[in-house]
């Protein structure tokens, strides 16, 4: 180590200390994530508004962790809640299994079923962690915990990141704004 | 005063000794007690002169120790905040407005730790270390003067004022050595014993260079004392033109003084489980950590006030029309300077690493010792034979021209076309 690198390391380091700092502080600020992110899951819907889910079961198939419960039903002709014959009635992740692979998304013959972006879904019970159809369909905002507190406070979710974009396969999906 | 108890007890017993201390130790604690016999009785002589009431030498103490306290506790705030910055973090920001509770934080955790005293430790050594450690660190600071004679409310602005100075700072800070030795000793454990030998060896071996460094500008001021040292900075100019190459040992020798980042093997975290405060937690742990930083935080201060001209601006800058006054205010520059040289082995801890221990070693005994020694005999000749100053000054320029030449020399070309990987993704 000669005196010329060690003046050398002593200037980069000086360098550093004059730059801006490059933690994210998150509680604070929210964390930029990328556009394929594997967060919470949604649960998409056409655009006339139909589910996409038809309740194959096919994602409950995939899921190497069993995290997900499917209950088909059939749809009523008159009033149908998806685009298919079928609907499901009952559809569940449980998010203390699910390992966030993505193969239910791959698996989801409809496209119904897409990796989201929230991940705050720290809470107290284990019962608090099984989502349903009203924790994961595309106008849900916010995760269980971030919604109960919400409605206690009364003030607005805040979702703890950014993304650039949205990519496409999360139709109708909203993101926080910047 | 507890050593001169144990002085007593052990010469009147020898060998029956009731404390369970080795012989080594016990030369140890016999010879400290007469380095600090002489302190005192030095201290006492001086007492006669001093012109300050005892009650006002009282409070400036207590100003003394309350000030190096607090500036310890945000020392250590202000670092961590330097090197995050340096390591591109942001350090600890979550306690108080940006952080500045944290060392409250950091002294109540470490206040209601566990306070462990391993079991078969030597109880009465085990404690006594680390307050021994931290009272010799707290000694040294009254000595610096912070100004003119009646500039503290018309009382004078140091503690203590002593025509043995510099021999009194080195006398404390050798005993703190005591401190690290006895917590290794008396912990009862390999690990601790095993760092405390290495680090009291290579203070000791440092404290050799950094008692020759500073012999250069004494024969050249004609006194240890520290007023009258800034004193003459004052009319011929900052000794740091005359004595360049002490400087840079007192520098660095100061650095291994205080057990800083390249000489910091006494607390090297990562080998020796921490070297010899392995066994000790809790407030015993901190007050090992105060002594250091208020080592550190002395030699920042008497760095400036042997070399940079003390609390004061060379006479020529008072000249100035318009900010001159500004030179001639006391206070103001020495906290200045020490504030510089606190930034800067801060800095240097962000970019150092650590020496092995025979580099440590090699550095101290081959390299700064010799420095030292040379540039002594220098010195000295210039005093001998009457030599005018410019003498030194261009002496010491010669020594940074040759400084500058070796590194020029030594340094190996700097590498072209490494790839640079990018920041993220």
Redesign the interface.
């Known amino acids: 180590m000669?005196?010329?690198?060690?003046?050398q390391?002593?200037g980069?380091?000086?360098r550093?200390?004059f730059?801006?700092?490059?933690?994210i502080?998150y509680p604070d600020a929210p964390v930029p994530l990328k556009p394929r992110f594997h967060g919470r899951h949604v649960l998409t819907r056409h655009p006339n508004g139909l589910e996409k889910c038809i309740g194959c079961s096919l994602c409950a198939a995939a899921c190497p962790a069993y995290a997900i419960y499917v209950e088909a039903a059939e749809n009523d002709p008159n009033n149908p809640v998806s685009a298919g014959e079928r609907y499901a009635k009952v559809y569940e992740i449980n998010m203390l299994r699910c390992i966030f692979c993505g193969l239910c998304e791959e698996a989801c013959p409809t496209g119904a079923v897409v990796m989201g972006y929230d991940f705050e879904m720290a809470d107290y019970r284990y019962s608090d962690f099984v989502y349903g159809k009203e924790d994961m369909l595309v106008e849900v905002e916010g995760t269980k915990p971030q919604r109960r507190e919400a409605a206690y406070t009364g003030k607005p979710i805040k979702r703890g990141y950014t993304v650039p974009y949205v990519r496409p396969e999360l139709e109708g999906f909203k993101p926080p704004k910047k | 005063m507890r050593l001169f108890c144990l002085q007593d007890h052990i010469l009147d017993k020898r060998g029956a000794c009731s404390l369970r201390v080795p012989a080594l130790l016990r030369k140890g604690i016999v010879f400290g007690a007469q380095c600090l016999s002489a302190v005192t009785l030095a201290a006492d002589s001086a007492h006669s002169t001093a012109t300050d009431p005892l009650w006002m030498v009282g409070i400036k103490a207590f100003l003394v120790i309350f000030g190096l306290l607090t500036a310890f506790a945000y020392m250590t705030l202000i670092e961590r905040r330097?090197l995050?910055?340096?390591?591109?973090?942001?350090g600890p920001?979550r306690v108080g407005p940006n952080g500045l509770l944290q060392p409250l934080a950091d002294a109540i955790k470490s206040i209601f730790k566990e306070d462990l005293v391993v079991s078969r430790a030597d109880k009465v050594v085990f404690v006594l270390a680390p307050i021994v450690s931290v009272t010799f660190a707290l000694l040294t600071f009254g000595l610096i003067p912070f100004g003119p004679k009646g500039a503290f409310f018309g009382y004078d602005p140091w503690v203590i004022d002593l025509d043995v100075g510099l021999l009194y700072v080195f006398a404390v800070s050798e005993i703190a050595i005591y401190g690290v030795f006895l917590a290794g000793w008396a912990s009862n454990s390999k690990y601790a014993l095993l760092g405390s030998l290495r680090s009291s060896a290579s203070l000791i071996s440092y404290e050799l260079a950094l008692g020759i460094s500073l012999v250069a500008p004494v024969l050249l001021v004609g006194s240890l004392n520290l007023q009258q040292i800034v004193n003459w900075q004052y009319e011929n100019g900052w000794l740091i033109l005359y004595m360049l190459p002490a400087f840079a040992i007192f520098l660095l020798t100061s650095m291994a003084e205080a057990a800083r980042t390249p000489f910091d093997l006494p607390e090297a975290e990562q080998e020796l489980v921490g070297g010899y405060n392995t066994e000790y937690s809790s407030i015993k742990w901190a007050l090992f950590q105060m002594a250091e930083y208020i080592h550190l935080i002395t030699a920042a201060a008497l760095i400036p006030t042997i070399f940079l001209g003390g609390w004061r601006m060379p006479g020529f800058m008072e000249q100035i029309p318009l900010i001159g006054g500004l030179f001639a205010l006391p206070y103001l520059w020495m906290f200045v300077k020490i504030a510089l040289f606190l930034f800067f082995f801060i800095?240097?801890r962000?970019?150092?690493f650590r020496l092995r221990y025979d580099q440590l070693m090699v550095f101290s005994w081959g390299r700064l010792f010799p420095l030292a020694l040379v540039w002594f005999v220098l010195s000295a000749m210039v005093v001998a034979f009457q030599w005018p100053l410019a003498v030194l000054g261009w002496l010491s320029f010669l020594s940074l021209v040759v400084?500058l030449i070796?590194?020029?020399l030594?340094?190996?070309p700097r590498p072209r076309n490494i790839p640079r990987l990018g920041?993220g993704d």
């Open positions: 000669s005196i010329a690198a060690l003046a390391s002593m980069i380091t000086l550093a200390l730059s801006k700092p490059l933690t502080p | 330097l995050a910055r340096i390591q591109v973090r942001q920001n800095w240097v962000g970019t150092l400084f070796y590194a020029a030594t340094a190996k920041a």
